[in-house]
């Protein structure tokens, strides 16, 4: 895998496959991720130990976090430094768990890369980190700071009026030993075969060895300052000198892998030097003065621009906290082309209409390029919104969209500003990256969490995290809504678990448990009640298309799936937002993502898939833009929950697995399921479908004939995240310390090949205990 | 007239629980069927020895029902 991916050595079993040794498993056992979880049990319990002899600071109430030898860092929310130490801690561990009171973090050759890479030295983490803890830093977490930062960061790649620049800048530059150092540092690379061949020796350059020397601007609004004295801060340089060398643009992806840490060990950072970029045409955008970023869309920003550069790299904001606006501001500052990339035409619609939106964007300097319209800017420089799947396709196109790609690979974009990162395949981001040609890279996403472990990919394909956002607190700041979330337990009637029971009807489980009468009478009840009582809007999400026909078809309800045309769609959705008679509409899994649907306040999940901790995410993401006044919405006002989210669930089956394991990453991110047993109430009795026995048998009759086909998930071309969970192709790595989550890593084992020095990498001992009941039997 | 007599096991359950127990004798060959009458749906009479037998399916399955999240 890329660079970054030295894990800690009690790690190494599973980051050991950087060298590529990339195995295909079986299906059954991609599927679980039991036997992992079981190893992950170990590992810890192995970590358990006496910290009772670490000694406490004296004035250790007034310091915010605790710091463990093994890299984990807990923080007290409660603290009077609570906000200082969040924003620092986020920039330079990964959040792992974030309840109300206490956060856990980990601290990882990921996050210390980020960190680096948004411009903090190596003293200043320490420095920082040993001033909020309430103990003495231990040794092995200084050692691993400095262990893991020392290459990163020191050498830049920039791209100047269209000229590739290795460039080796470092804050402490005017130190005359570290000079000679960083010389050094140019020069190791050069000895490299590969990058010596790719420099251009320029002329007019100066210094010794013909590297350019130049100045530039020191870290602008380093926040971590106020946090040391005035006498730690040696980071707040002016001016820094900085040498670089030119390198061929042809080589730059060969420069650029030669610089991983399986090789040369310094990765790259890529930066863009907009505003000396003379080349390319400026488009002229504003942000419009209405338009006034959210303190942590504004430190997003920060993080991105610190320097007067901007820095490729991921932000990651909960659905509704504004992450448009965050991508338009961006635009806005670089003031070059754009290319904007969506998941879907629907999405493409909304980001055209949140560029006019946000900024003063010409409707002549703005287009879009779906399958249903292809526009044309005038000028030589503009914005292009199109989806993944239209610049990546590899078919044949028409003469006019040829034409409308020919243009987009010619042309060089200011900024790639890709939305839902998480959700497109690996695959068709290389595609799509090595298509365009782009100086600065901006992905955008809710949940940085997959069930594959793609993560860790886009670390090395776009960049890493610039900053992530505590759900909870812009909850408590009132920026996305208040959500209930609840699990409602609904039994299966008699006649529907026998047949679940059956092993005949394995292939149609799932249908058994969504269909099931009880589950369609709860689903029914808070549609009434939720429209009747509180006039809210809703949306009920359904996997399963068999069951969100029949729902819907039965509750007379709109609905809108994968072959539901975009001009449907659009009327559907138009009608939800505006007619006072539309309140509750019914989606499958294309309302998971990028479907703005800033009405709705209430969301009825009836079934699901599987166990996507991703998916739960973005569904209820759907709900978290904040609305009503303000004050209303804050803890103690009017309305201290203003959304709610239910997950019918059907009791004593497979969906209670499922269901409690698609929690945990809104549970990691603070928030709790209350779990509602009697819904509907036992006095609801014909009111509700499916009252009488002779009802709910002609329903299960319907379940029961219907093919296997029929009563499947329904699969959509943009979901390959999931798709490749049936697959079963896996590749080694680690997604944990990326995605924040820490959740579930797959199960895979090597098949055959020995390892060499790889030796940590044993094939676990299998417990047939410990196995998934589906496989128990198997290998044994 | 003849009064007989049989010793057995009488489970009160809920309604899907006293399935999976219909549903698991009926799994078994006819030598080893245990339910000696089902008396509603939330009540069944069996053989005394399968006490521990129906603990542990049941416990089973609610284990491959029920995530617990990796600590």
């Known amino acids: ?780 | 007239m003849m009064v007989n007599a049989t010793k057995g096991l009488f489970i009160s359950c809920d309604i899907p629980m006293a399935q999976f127990i219909i549903n698991l004798n009926a799994s078994l060959p006819a030598s080893q069927k245990f339910i000696i009458y089902v008396l509603d749906n939330t009540h069944l009479f069996v053989q005394t020895h399968v006490a521990e037998m129906i603990r542990s399916a049941m416990a089973e399955f609610r284990d491959q029902n029920s995530y617990e999240k990796p600590t």
């Open chain 1, 1 to 780: 895998m890329g660079h970054g991916e030295k894990g800690r050595p009690a790690k190494k079993h599973k980051s050991s496959a950087k060298e590529g040794h990339r195995k295909i498993t079986e299906v059954e056992d991609a599927f679980f991720g039991e036997e992992v979880d079981d190893d992950r049990d170990g590992e810890r319990e192995g970590k358990k130990r006496d910290f009772s002899k670490l000694e406490l600071k004296p004035d250790h109430a007034n310091r915010p976090l605790w710091a463990c030898a093994d890299g984990r860092i807990f923080l007290e929310t409660f603290s009077t430094l609570y906000k200082q130490a969040y924003d620092f801690l986020i920039a330079i561990a990964e959040p792992v768990c974030r309840p109300e009171s206490m956060h856990e973090y980990n601290l990882t050759p990921h996050s210390l890369y980020a960190a680096v890479s948004v411009g903090l030295a190596t003293e200043t983490i320490i420095a920082v980190l040993s001033k909020l803890s309430k103990t003495k830093l231990p040794k092995e977490m200084v050692d691993f700071i400095h262990a893991s930062t020392a290459n990163y960061g020191k050498v830049k790649l920039v791209l100047k009026k269209n000229r590739y620049f290795v460039e080796s800048p470092f804050p402490e530059a005017s130190d005359s030993a570290f000079t000679f150092w960083l010389c050094t540092v140019l020069k190791k690379l050069l000895k490299d075969e590969v990058i010596s061949r790719a420099r251009i020796n320029s002329e007019g350059s100066n210094g010794s060895d013909g590297f350019t020397i130049s100045k530039s601007i020191g870290e602008i609004g380093t926040v971590h300052q106020d946090l040391l004295n005035g006498a730690e801060v040696a980071t707040a340089v002016e001016q820094k000198e900085t040498h670089a060398f030119e390198i061929d643009p042809s080589q730059v992806e060969n420069v650029k892998q030669r610089c991983l840490p399986n090789a040369l060990n310094y990765p790259m950072l890529e930066e863009y030097d907009f505003r000396n970029d003379t080349v390319n045409p400026d488009l002229n955008m504003d942000l419009k003065p209405e338009a006034q970023p959210r303190p942590y869309q504004e430190k997003s920003l920060t993080k991105m621009f610190g320097n007067g550069r901007a820095r490729s790299g991921i932000i990651v904001l909960p659905c509704g906290a504004g992450k448009s606006l965050v991508g338009v501001s961006a635009a806005c500052r670089i003031k070059k082309s754009c290319l904007c990339l969506a998941t879907n035409a629907v999405s493409v619609d909304q980001w055209a209409f949140q560029f006019k939106l946000w900024s003063s964007i010409g409707d002549d300097q703005i287009c879009r390029f779906t399958s249903d319209s292809k526009e044309r800017f005038r000028g030589n420089a503009g914005v292009v919104v199109t989806t993944y799947n239209m610049v990546a396709f590899g078919g044949k196109r028409s003469e006019e969209s040829e034409k409308i790609i020919e243009e987009i690979r010619n042309r060089e974009w200011g900024l790639l500003l890709m939305d839902e990162v998480h959700v497109v395949p690996a695959h068709m981001f290389r595609k799509v990256i090595s298509l365009t040609k782009s100086h600065c890279k901006l992905g955008l996403t809710a949940t940085l969490v997959r069930e594959d472990e793609r993560i860790t990919d886009l670390n090395f394909l776009i960049g890493p995290k610039l900053y992530e956002a505590n759900w909870l607190d812009l909850v408590k700041g009132g920026f996305i809504a208040n959500v209930q979330c609840a699990e409602v337990w609904c039994p299966m009637t008699k006649e529907f678990f026998a047949e679940y029971l059956k092993k005949e009807n394995s292939k149609k489980k799932q249908a058994l448990y969504v269909m099931n009468p009880n589950k369609f009478r709860a689903c029914e009840f808070l549609i009434r009640f939720h429209e009747q009582q509180r006039g809210d809007k809703i949306i009920v999400f359904a996997d399963n298309l068999f069951a969100l026909t029949e729902y819907a078809m039965k509750l007379r309800k709109p609905m809108i799936y994968g072959a539901t045309s975009h001009v449907e769609r659009t009327k559907i959705l138009g009608a939800f937002k505006t007619s006072k008679e539309v309140n509750t509409i019914f989606l499958s899994k294309v309302g998971d993502n990028s479907i703005d649907i800033p009405e709705a306040n209430v969301i009825i999940q009836i079934s699901s898939h599987a166990g996507s901790r991703r998916q739960e995410a973005q569904r209820l993401g759907r709900i978290l833009r904040a609305k009503g006044k303000l004050q209303d919405r804050m803890a103690g006002g009017k309305e201290e929950y203003n959304a709610f989210f239910y997950s019918l669930v059907s009791t004593d089956t497979q969906e209670m697995y499922y269901s409690s394991k698609r929690q945990q990453f809104l549970i990691d991110q603070g928030y709790s399921f209350k779990v509602i047993t009697s819904l509907p109430p036992p006095d609801t009795g014909a009111d509700l479908s499916y009252h009488s026995l002779d009802e709910q048998l002609a329903l299960l009759g319907k379940v029961l004939s219907a093919g296997d086909d029929a009563v499947g998930l329904e699969q959509l071309e943009e979901d390959a995240d999931d798709i490749a969970l049936h697959k079963g192709r896996r590749l080694m790595g680690s997604m944990s310390a990326m995605s924040g989550a820490h959740g579930m890593v797959y199960m895979e084992y090597s098949t055959g090949q020995k390892h060499g020095r790889q030796g940590q990498l044993k094939s676990k001992p299998k417990d047939p205990a410990k196995r998934h009941h589906l496989f128990k039997k198997r290998f044994t």
